[in-house]
Structures are given as C-alpha cells and as structure tokens.
C-alpha cells in the first residue's frame, strides 16, 4: 500500500506558478511510476506528466516547456513545478502511483493504482 498526500494548490494570476508536492508513505521502495493528472468538474482526469519506473519523465503537450516534474528521494517527495500559468489550467491536480504500469498506458488514470485527494489550482485571468 501507498498513502499519498498533495499540496501546494492555490489561486494564481495568469502567467504565476506553483509548485505542487505529492508526499509519499508506506510502501514505496518499489519502482513505481508516478503521475500527475488534474480534473476539471465533468471531465475525465488527464494525464500532466509521470516519472515511468524512476527513470524517463514524460509530459502532455499543454506541459512540455511549462510544468516540471522533479523527486525529492530522501523525502519521498514528488514535485511538480508548474510556470506560465493559463486559466486553462484550472483544475484538481492529483498524483498517483502504478506498479504495474507500463510506457503505453502510463498517460491512462486506470492504470494507476493509489491516488491522493488532489490539490486545488486555480489561474485568474
């Protein structure tokens, strides 16, 4: 079992940024891959960015150049920086762990299989 817990939401003005931490507990000496989604109310989750098995780091296009995907080891803490801000970009951001996912479904929320309560981000235009 994984507990996962996110922070750092907020309200920003266009063009802010916010970092947003994904705190990690339990059983976590695994390979996991780690992911970022966000939601928006009557949409499914989205795929930002995951760090596949500890190693490459993939991201969605709307994140490529803007959003930043970083770990904390010691810490157990997942990072994700996000600059630029647009009020597209309004959502609940969540982090989530999959042990068994694999590079072609690593943007899918389904394969993932512990998720925190999401963190709140919202860009005023």
């Known amino acids: 079992q994984v507990q996962l817990n996110e922070s750092g939401g907020g309200l920003v003005q266009t063009g802010g940024s916010l970092r947003l931490s994904c705190a990690m507990s339990?059983?976590?000496?695994?390979?996991?891959?780690i992911g970022w989604f966000r939601q928006v109310p009557g949409k499914e989750r989205a795929f930002v960015g995951a760090r596949f098995r500890d190693n490459d780091i993939y991201y969605a296009g709307f994140a490529k150049g803007r959003f930043t995907i970083s770990r904390d080891n010691a810490k157990n803490v997942l990072y994700l920086q996000l600059n630029s801000l647009r009020p597209e970009d309004t959502a609940l951001y969540f982090c989530?762990?999959?042990?068994?996912?694999?590079?072609?479904?690593?943007?899918?929320?389904?394969?993932?299989?512990?998720w925190g309560q999401g963190t709140q981000v919202t860009v005023s235009s």
């Open positions: 989530a762990v999959g042990a068994q996912v694999i590079s072609s479904t690593l943007r899918l929320a389904a394969a993932y299989e512990f």
């Open positions: 339990g059983r976590t000496e695994w390979p996991y891959t």
